[in-house]
């Protein structure tokens, strides 16, 4: 069952998500199903295959849950052939919930409490027959656990509201009402206004539930964590001011077909629906909705997170160049690291051109002094405080030193401190301060963004929204699995790849990874991939799923420096023995590859799918996917957000992405944001539609508030910025339709006025509320 509602939801056949399953079940890994067992998943890529392996987990968790319930069900004795039937057929978590809602195991509640006095006959009787009337029949049920009709009547309105709170099909209408017609609405507390000025915009703000963008509900939920935000359901927005009424309520009465209809009991009985709907179903559905809301924006922000980060570990290298790192500060000094093309650190040191020490002739000649004795090639420079000061010192060193021909570029140093202090980084750089790794860490980062990012936490890079807001562990997972398959899809350096690196490798963990290095430390390089089965605690598994993925340069085998397999070296060499060649002379002759057939060397071991993989990795073998290396460059004299004038056209870096829209440095440690609506002149639903972190742009300036520390950016660059009067109106009529924030109407008391039985209401409400 699981099987085939994988592939309906994949479009794919069952055949190839059994085979995905059985080879995932069998400790596979999704790059290594992905790159090397396309003959048995019929081509499933890595994206269907993460979706896949995530929904396995899912449907899995399921029918665990299922099992679970069915089983305390039927101990109490309760399960009917028509309720095992709707438990079964149940496809998701929700509805499998409201289903075991009325068996599940609670605390003693007012409704039990009534049942036990005797009271559910005069409920029922009451229900079923509402031309009775309720006081009379009342006086029949007093006992000495009920002292009075009162509370006879209070007992079976608490059994009959724990019913119908329970009714599965009740739920799932209600669910649906809402869910097409709720609001959410948000407020300030009164007296924190001040404190709460970062949510301004949702001081007084209502929209559709179901329409609510991610990053809106996250600020929204933020903002009621920190309690300075009121954040409530409105079920009925359409209501008129005053308007107590809910159609909720009338969904209740409909549903178990209660009407007032003149009859002794039908005042009664709209009262257990009013009830029911504001005691017991609205607080339990603005909590399911919220928390479902909130999943969903947290998916959404981890998906954002995700491709940030995708994007920015698979940027372009800069390569094995001799580069420098500098770390800017201003009172600290600035730290200074040189790394050769390896990455080995040569030479380090402090410098102060900045207040107050003011020493700005003297770090020109110690810079300088470096660059020479290391012959650099690269400047690195972090993007944080005191960084165009440092980029204006650095283009100094760069005229000075005309023959060396060096680029400078500044980079972001997300994640830097957090590495200096990791015990990696002392494990790696112990003879080093922990201030001087960072620089380290910003040199080797341009040299290799993948390679040195992976030495730190997913979460410490910093291209999220709201990744403190979201589920830590989800995150975790999302980011880990973005790192590994980056890593794998560029593969790595058996005889250069740290620790970090290798741990990531397709079907390796961190003890082997450290034993790979110890290996390699005690014995020298690796020769040949086969030499890994001699590192310990490496067995044939492991290795089978980690070799495609790891490269031996300049090895015994050249097909140890490819993406080639060791299973399909025989293949291979029955290949350059058909083209009259030998491997080495095979490798990158496009002309003698391009005239092989795939089909001609078919057989039940490789087919044509892998076979055609292996010709293209033999035209270019080790080939990096990773776009060229090009640089951005800031404009001078442009330095702080004050220096940014409307109408300015800058280049700049895309830093990050979020659905609204586009953040982009250009170099005045604040990054502008460019809306989704003003990247293109044709519509798009997704700004990666246009941009990715990483990317090189041009913007104009629109809008720049000094005191917010706010820019706004178009990528249109015939753009004109709106006048100052204006420019308040421009920023509300640029959001999309339906993204705009609605005046929230006063919350109303959940009560009926001037009525015991509104007095008794606001009573309970306010108990369930502090539960």
């Not at 994949?10 to 199903?33: C, E, K, M, R, W």
């Not at 940030?308 to 500098?326: E, F, I, R, S, Y």
């Amino acid at each position: 069952m699981i099987i085939e509602k994988i592939a309906s939801e994949l479009s794919v056949s069952p055949q190839q998500v059994q085979a995905a399953v059985t080879l995932l079940d069998d400790g596979a890994t999704v790059p290594f199903i992905a790159r090397y067992r396309k003959e048995a998943t019929n081509g499933l890529d890595d994206t269907q295959l993460r979706a896949l392996e995530q929904r396995l987990g899912y449907l899995r968790d399921l029918e665990d849950r299922r099992q679970v319930i069915l089983k305390s069900i039927g101990e109490q004795e309760k399960l009917t052939p028509q309720l095992q039937a709707q438990i079964l057929a149940a496809d998701n978590k929700t509805e499998l919930e409201d289903l075991y809602l009325p068996y599940k195991p609670k605390r003693r509640t007012k409704g039990q409490i009534a049942i036990e006095a005797g009271l559910e006959p005069l409920a029922n009787s009451l229900f079923e027959d509402p031309s009775q009337e309720p006081e009379s029949l009342a006086t029949e049920y007093l006992n000495a656990d009920v002292a009075d009709t009162k509370s006879a009547l209070e007992g079976a309105r608490y059994i009959l509201m724990e019913r119908f709170a329970e009714d599965a099909a009740l739920l799932q209408k209600v669910r649906l009402h809402l869910t097409r017609e709720a609001h959410i609405q948000s407020k300030v507390v009164a007296g924190k206004e001040k404190e709460a000025a970062k949510y301004s915009d949702y001081f007084a703000h209502s929209e559709q539930l179901s329409k609510t963008p991610s990053h809106r509900a996250l600020a929204m939920f933020r903002g009621r964590n920190e309690g300075v935000l009121q954040v409530s359901m409105n079920a009925d927005p359409a209501n008129e001011e005053g308007d107590r009424s809910s159609q909720c309520e009338g969904i209740i009465a409909q549903h178990f077909d209660i009407r007032d209809n003149g009859r002794a009991a039908d005042k009664w009985l709209q009262s257990v629906v009013q009830w029911t709907w504001r005691v017991k179903i609205l607080l339990h559905m603005e909590n399911e909705l919220f928390g479902s809301l909130r999943e969903k924006a947290e998916l959404e922000a981890i998906t954002v997170f995700a491709k940030n980060l995708q994007d920015l570990l698979m940027a372009a290298p800069a390569g094995a160049k001799v580069t420098m790192g500098l770390d800017p500060g201003l009172r600290t000094g600035v730290k200074v690291a040189v790394v050769d093309a390896t990455g080995k650190v040569v030479a380090t040191n402090t410098i102060y051109p900045h207040a107050p020490q003011n020493q700005w002739d003297k770090s020109v000649r110690t810079l300088a002094l470096m660059c020479q004795q290391h012959k650099v090639q690269l400047i690195s420079i972090g993007n944080g405080t005191a960084s165009r000061e440092t980029d204006k010192l650095a283009s100094e060193v760069v005229k000075a030193l005309p023959d060396l021909k060096i680029n400078k570029i500044v980079v972001s140093e997300a994640g830097a401190s957090v590495y200096s202090a990791s015990e990696l980084a002392s494990n790696e750089l112990p003879d080093l301060d922990v201030s001087i790794r960072g620089a380290v860490s910003i040199a080797r980062r341009l040299q290799d963004p993948l390679a040195e990012l992976v030495k730190i936490e997913p979460k410490a890079i910093g291209v999220g929204q709201y990744q403190h807001d979201v589920s830590q562990s989800q995150l975790g997972k999302s980011l880990d699995t973005v790192v590994e398959d980056c890593v794998n899809a560029v593969g790595v350096d058996l005889n250069m790849a740290s620790p970090a690196l290798l741990s990531y490798v397709s079907g390796l963990n961190r003890t082997l990874a450290h034993n790979i290095v110890s290996y390699r430390d005690q014995h020298g390089a690796f020769a040949d991939r086969k030499q890994l089965l001699k590192v310990e605690r490496l067995g044939p598994k492991a290795f089978e799923q980690a070799a495609g993925f790891l490269r031996v340069m300049g090895g015994k085998n050249p097909l140890d420096a490819s993406a080639v397999h060791p299973e399909a070296y025989e293949l291979v060499k029955h290949i350059s023995e058909s083209a009259g060649a030998d491997i080495a002379t095979l490798m990158g002759n496009k002309d003698l590859l391009k005239s092989l057939k795939p089909q001609d060397f078919a057989n039940q071991s490789f087919g044509i799918p892998t076979i055609t993989d292996i010709l293209a990795e033999l035209d270019k073998p080790g080939r990096d996917p990773r776009p060229e290396f090009k640089t951005a460059t800031f404009k001078e004299g442009i330095e702080q957000v004050s220096d940014l004038k409307p109408g300015m056209i800058l280049e700049g870096v895309v830093s990050n992405v979020a659905n609204f829209g586009a953040f982009v440095d250009v170099g005045v440690h604040q990054d502008g944001l460019v809306h989704i609506s003003a990247m293109t002149d044709k519509f798009i639903s997704d700004p990666r539609e246009v941009v990715k972190a990483g990317d090189i742009v041009k913007v104009k300036v629109m809008e720049v508030d000094v005191a917010r520390n706010r820019i706004s950016f178009s990528m249109r660059l015939n753009d004109e910025p709106a006048p100052k009067q204006a420019q308040a109106k421009q920023e509300r009529s640029a959001r999309p339709q339906g993204q705009r924030n609605h005046q929230a109407k006063p919350q109303r008391q959940a009560q009926p006025a001037n009525s015991a039985m509104g007095n008794a209401l606001a009573e309970a409400l306010a108990k369930a509320k502090k539960s």
